[in-house]
């Protein structure tokens, strides 16, 4: 069944053709509130996979504990406020593995997956305010949870204080934290003025922090890319921190070091940023499996970190399991044997089911999970890559036709003590 959506999108600007790492989804899920404005019908891909009722898609109000208990506005200043942050991020039980916001790929039925294996928060994918105050079927379509998918942060990239303010005010009863997203280095964030590209413009982030501080009942959030000169980091950290940012992520690379396989994330600035400021800090950069979880975590002094472009590839990442690229050929590493991407496939398309979200989201996580199978049978993927509109059945019947047609791709586990010390490998 196809249907029709309003637009109010055009403020944007965005660019159909505009294939950038993670962020091209966001231009394709604004084009497709933008395709109806002549009348048009939307792409099967933008539907979803499920018409389903669902609880997930009905957020229901919860006992609301304000963050800013016994103030004005839930605003606090000085060791008050830091006080409250920390009180905050204790009560959450303090996770360290979390999933990172990821546009069009942290959605809730990838996050509850996630959250299956081993991650104890999550971001949800980055929603562009205006587009979220003004559209009720981009907030219905975009945006889902449900009582299993906390502690939750939801991220919004914004440039005018007033309007981030009105989206937040939408979401702050079912999160955690409400994230101003100040990172997001893409094309596409350039030409709309937000993420990464405010960091032109500190006055404007001061403000986009003190509004949503001083009127939020939930704590607020910054997640933040490095700058070359570490001073000019640190000063960045100390002005978010002052300004009412309750926790910092902070992902160690500037806004021209794109690519995470060329460029390797600054640890070092991130342990810098630890150590002059005063509220809770997360690492975000280069967390490929456990051993970089650790290593991260001791060298940083972080409170935790974010994992996302691995965890799209190897969802049951922050449960010990590793992808070959990370497994073979390592010591102490060994095939697991139980669990696959095919089988993480299979558990996440269950949860589709159960809360449904546009086929173009599980599209894209078929391509990510199966990426090594395709590899070894193309003609499958070409197959898939035909299907203009996805079913369930269909996805089913293609994990099976890989195992029938002899793929098998292992995730990798540490050794136990005792397989260590087995001069075999195996346990005694």
Same mark, same amino acid.
Request: negative net charge; contains cysteine.
């Given at each position: ?66 963050? +800013?208990?016994?103030? @004005? ?16 991020? $204790?009560?959450?039980? /303090? ?21 299956? %294996? ?10 562009? =305010?205006?587009? #979220? ?6 907030? =219905? ?14 991220? #919004? ?8 303010? /009105? ?70 950290? $100390? ?41 809770? @800090?997360?690492?975000? +950069?280069?967390?490929? %499996?456990?051993?970089? @979880? ?23 990442? #922050? ?7 990370? +497994? ?26 159960? %809360? ?7 599209? =894209? %996580?078929?391509? $990510? ?44 586990? $540490?050794?136990?003590?005792? /397989? ?9």
């Amino acid at each position: 069944m196809r249907f029709q959506l309003i637009s109010v999108s055009s403020i944007l600007n965005l660019n159909s053709r505009h294939n950038t790492h993670l962020y091209r989804n966001f231009s394709m899920a604004t084009q497709t509130l933008n395709s109806s404005i002549n009348g048009e019908v939307v792409d099967d891909d933008d539907l979803l996979c499920s018409d389903a009722a669902t609880t997930s898609s009905i957020i229901e109000q919860g006992e609301r504990q304000p963050f +800013g208990l016994n103030c @004005v506005n839930g605003y606090l200043k000085g060791e008050a406020r830091i006080e409250r942050a920390w009180a905050h991020w $204790k009560k959450l039980g /303090e996770p360290k593995l979390i999933v990172a916001p990821m546009v069009d790929n942290s959605e809730l039925p990838f996050r509850l997956l996630c959250r299956k %294996h081993g991650a104890q928060a999550a971001y949800t994918p980055m929603f562009h =305010s205006r587009i #979220f105050s003004e559209n009720e079927k981009y907030r =219905s379509l975009e945006f889902t949870t449900c009582k299993e998918d906390r502690p939750l942060f939801v991220q #919004f990239c914004a440039n005018d204080p007033d309007t981030l303010l /009105e989206a937040a005010r939408r979401v702050e009863p079912y999160c955690d934290y409400v994230d101003i997203n100040l990172g997001c280095p893409q094309r596409i964030a350039r030409r709309g003025n937000y993420g990464a590209f405010l960091m032109d413009n500190l006055p404007l982030v001061k403000s986009l922090v003190e509004k949503l501080a001083s009127n939020l009942d939930v704590p607020v959030s910054c997640k933040i890319r490095v700058f070359p000169n570490l001073q000019d980091t640190l000063s960045y950290a $100390k002005m978010l921190e002052d300004a009412g940012c309750s926790l910092l992520a902070v992902h160690g690379r500037t806004r021209d070091e794109k690519d995470g396989k060329k460029f390797r994330a600054n640890w070092e600035a991130i342990k810098a940023v630890r150590d002059v400021v005063r509220i809770p @800090v997360l690492a975000n +950069g280069d967390i490929r %499996h456990m051993d970089d @979880v650790h290593n991260c975590l001791e060298k940083t002094g972080a409170d935790g970190v974010l994992s996302a472009e691995s965890l799209l590839e190897n969802p049951a990442l #922050f449960a010990g399991y590793r992808t070959a690229e990370w +497994g073979l050929s390592t010591a102490g590493i060994k095939e697991d044997g139980k669990l696959d991407q095919a089988e993480l496939l299979v558990d996440y398309l269950k949860l589709c089911e159960r %809360h449904p979200v546009p086929w173009r989201m599980i599209r =894209s %996580h078929v391509h $990510k999970m199966l990426g090594e199978w395709f590899r070894i049978q193309p003609s499958v993927r070409e197959d898939f890559n035909q299907q203009s509109q996805l079913t369930f059945e269909f996805l089913y019947d293609l994990v099976n036709r890989l195992r029938e047609l002899g793929v098998s791709v292992p995730l990798y586990v $540490k050794e136990t003590q005792e /397989e260590a010390a087995s001069p075999n490998g195996d346990a005694a």
